[in-house]
């Protein structure tokens, strides 16, 4: 069995597959991309780009999917299963008991003007900070506190904060996450058309750059939702600085 079986639950538009792309360099590690995507996909009837193709290519049952893979036998030591954390839903969360928990947040102004552009009207739930913000409360009350991860915080200083991670997980830190090679990777899932064109071109964590675009009126109400979750998870983030 797995000495480390990670479950990084991810709000969308965020540095969550070059994190998955970051483990994936150590020897040591497996790495699954959205293990629930299809059971979300089909529990919640949202439509997404490529969908049809998703839901013909992964298991939807997302009880089997916790059995068979979350807590599935591994192959090497480390288990590092990227998830959107919008994606836990109609599923019971006692396996999060037997897996590490990192929750990986973004200031939701950013979130949101990136997501814009495949979701033109997301809603509270497509943004995952507030079943982010749920798990937190869930864990912690269960003795089992996740680790916060912010994007901004990871991409000013990728080495401290990594090896602050890989400490709290109890796993030694390999200077090999900090970088990668251009292009896909077998693990992408089949939706990484669709989502993953930035991070392709990428070779490792990019320098952080706040997002200078103006901001759609229209997402003004749901932002000021997000922004309570987002500061109670921030809190506890671990940072670059200090």
């Known amino acids: 069995m797995p000495s480390a079986r990670i479950c990084l639950w991810s709000g969308p538009r965020n540095v969550s597959t070059a994190l998955m792309y970051?483990?994936?360099?150590?020897?040591?590690?497996?790495?699954?991309?959205?293990?629930?995507?299809?059971?979300?996909?089909?529990?919640?009837?949202?439509r997404h780009p490529g969908r049809e193709e998703v839901l013909a290519a992964v298991d939807t049952d997302g009880e089997r999917v916790v059995r068979e893979v979350i807590l599935g036998p591994s192959e090497r030591p480390v288990l590092f299963m990227k998830h959107m954390a919008h994606h836990l839903v109609s599923l019971g969360r006692k396996f999060l008991q037997e897996t590490v928990n990192v929750l990986l947040i973004r200031d939701p102004r950013e979130v949101l003007?990136?997501?814009?552009?495949?979701?033109?009207?997301?809603?509270?739930?497509?943004?995952?900070?507030?079943?982010?913000?749920?798990?937190l409360e869930?864990?912690?009350?269960?003795?089992?506190?996740?680790?916060?991860?912010?994007?901004?915080?990871?991409?000013?200083?990728?080495?401290?904060?990594?090896?602050?991670l890989c400490e709290t997980i109890g796993i030694d830190f390999d200077s090999a996450m900090?970088?990668?090679?251009?292009?896909?990777?077998?693990?992408?899932?089949?939706?990484?058309?669709?989502?993953?064109?930035?991070?392709h071109r990428s070779t490792g964590f990019a320098p952080y750059r706040p997002k200078t675009e103006p901001f759609a009126e229209h997402l003004l109400p749901l932002l000021a939702e997000c922004r309570p979750h987002y500061d109670r998870l921030y809190e506890r983030a671990i940072r670059a600085g200090g």
């Open 178 to 199: 900090l970088s990668w090679h251009r292009g896909a990777r077998p693990e992408d899932g089949v939706w990484a058309p669709h989502w993953y064109e930035s991070v």
């Open 113 to 135: 003007a990136s997501l814009v552009h495949q979701l033109p009207n997301p809603s509270l739930a497509d943004t995952g900070v507030a079943m982010q913000s749920e798990l």
């Open 22 to 46: 970051s483990f994936a360099q150590r020897a040591d590690t497996l790495v699954i991309d959205e293990p629930l995507y299809g059971h979300y996909l089909r529990v919640s009837g949202v």
């Open 138 to 164: 869930q864990l912690e009350s269960r003795g089992r506190p996740p680790v916060v991860l912010d994007s901004r915080e990871l991409l000013l200083d990728p080495s401290k904060v990594l090896a602050a």
